[in-house]
């Protein structure tokens, strides 16, 4: 890096430039405004932040304006109001700033484990798993409407108290049984935690993504909200076409096939994770072993 200066330094004289001093420290500094200027510029594009952002420019520009022209009157009420404007600001792009604390805390930046990784037991069984797409598929057959909502990490119990209590394990009937027409649970949601469905006719946020196409009713709706707002996954059976979709992390996949949803939900299962056992267990088993 000090080479590279000096030929700078050498070659470009004629300029007067000021002494240039890198270090290791200030391309390391560089690096991590580059990544933090990057990603604020991807989030504003990417959210509502991104209108709401070119009503502020308006108005810094006519702040800007005021102190210039020197208007005392109204940079005495800007510098009274100057809290309430940032309290204001945090009130209105509470629920990206929501989204982007998640997402800090899904990467486990700060999750120090000095240890063998412990095992983690995985969401729901084999079984589970199996009822699941065979629900789905039999009732995609005959185009019954169903939303199917698998808790992972966060909890769903808000969106479960809306609901009626089921606590029953999984079947591929059970779920076929409460989204058949005409029948007392068929209208809204059904939450899935481990292998039990704990609640049905449950309500869920609906998202306010403007990209959805305007051929989805309230159910995929619905689904993709609870995606926005959880950790959750969710299985929508179109009632008008029968066709299977899948929403996770606010992204909608449509018209699944059955291998498609067998290999997202052994991916949601998390079963890989169950294998990695700690050093000091896998050492004892092979001892007990040999």
């Given at each position: 890096m000090?080479?590279v200066?000096?030929?700078f330094?050498?070659?470009?004289?004629?300029?007067h430039l000021?002494?240039?001093?890198?270090?290791l420290?200030?391309?390391?500094e560089i690096?991590?405004?580059?990544?933090?200027?990057?990603?604020l510029?991807?989030?504003?594009?990417t959210?509502?932040?991104?209108?709401?952002?070119r009503?502020?420019?308006?108005?810094?520009?006519?702040?800007?304006?005021?102190?210039l022209?020197?208007?005392?009157?109204?940079?005495?009420i800007?510098?009274?109001?100057?809290?309430?404007v940032?309290?204001?600001?945090v009130v209105?792009?509470?629920?990206?700033?929501?989204?982007?604390?998640?997402?800090l805390?899904?990467r486990?930046l700060?999750?120090?484990?000095?240890?063998?990784?412990?095992?983690?037991a995985?969401?729901?069984?084999?079984?589970?798993?199996?009822e699941?797409?065979k629900?789905?598929?039999?009732?995609?057959k005959?185009?019954?409407?169903?939303?199917i909502?698998?808790?992972q990490?966060?909890?769903?119990?808000?969106?479960e108290?809306?609901?009626?209590?089921?606590?029953?394990?999984?079947?591929?009937?059970?779920?076929?049984?409460i989204?058949?027409?005409?029948t007392?649970?068929?209208?809204g949601?059904?939450?899935v935690r481990?292998?039990?469905?704990?609640?049905?006719?449950?309500?869920?946020?609906?998202s306010?993504?403007?990209?959805?196409?305007?051929?989805?009713?309230?159910?995929?709706?619905a689904?993709?909200?609870?995606?926005?707002?959880?950790?959750?996954?969710?299985?929508?059976?179109?009632?008008?076409?029968?066709a299977?979709?899948?929403?996770?992390?606010?992204?909608?996949t449509?018209n699944?096939?059955?291998?498609t949803?067998r290999?997202?939900?052994?991916q949601?299962q998390?079963k890989?994770?169950?294998?990695?056992?700690?050093?000091?267990?896998?050492?004892?088993?092979?001892?007990?072993?040999?």
């Open positions: 000090s080479a200066v000096t030929w330094e050498e070659h470009f004289s004629w300029l000021p002494s240039i001093t890198v270090t420290t200030d391309v390391v690096l991590i405004l580059g990544f933090i200027i990057y990603k510029l991807k989030w504003i594009m959210s509502h932040a991104f209108s709401l952002l009503g502020i420019l308006v108005i810094v520009v006519a702040v800007s304006l005021i102190y022209l020197q208007m005392d009157t109204l940079i005495y800007i510098n009274q109001g100057m809290s309430l940032i309290l204001t600001a209105i792009f509470q629920p990206e700033l929501r989204k982007a604390l998640e997402s805390g899904e486990q700060l999750n120090f484990n000095f240890g063998p990784r412990a095992q983690i995985q969401l729901f069984s084999d079984r589970t798993l199996n699941l797409v629900g789905s598929v039999e009732m995609a005959v185009k019954t409407g169903a939303l909502v698998i808790e990490n966060e909890s769903l119990h808000d969106y108290r809306t609901g009626i209590e089921v606590d029953a394990i999984v079947t591929s009937q059970l779920l076929i049984n989204f058949e027409k005409n007392p649970l068929h209208d949601a059904v939450i481990g292998d039990r469905v704990t609640s049905a006719t449950c309500y869920l946020p609906l306010d993504n403007m990209s959805i196409s305007k051929a989805l009713g309230t159910r995929h709706r689904g993709l909200g609870a995606s926005e707002a959880t950790d959750s996954l969710t299985i929508i059976v179109s009632e008008e076409t029968g299977i979709s899948l929403a996770y992390k606010g992204k909608l449509r699944v096939n059955e291998k949803l290999d997202r939900l052994t949601f998390n890989s994770e169950l294998k990695r056992k700690p050093l000091w267990k896998k050492a004892k088993e092979e001892s007990e072993e040999s």
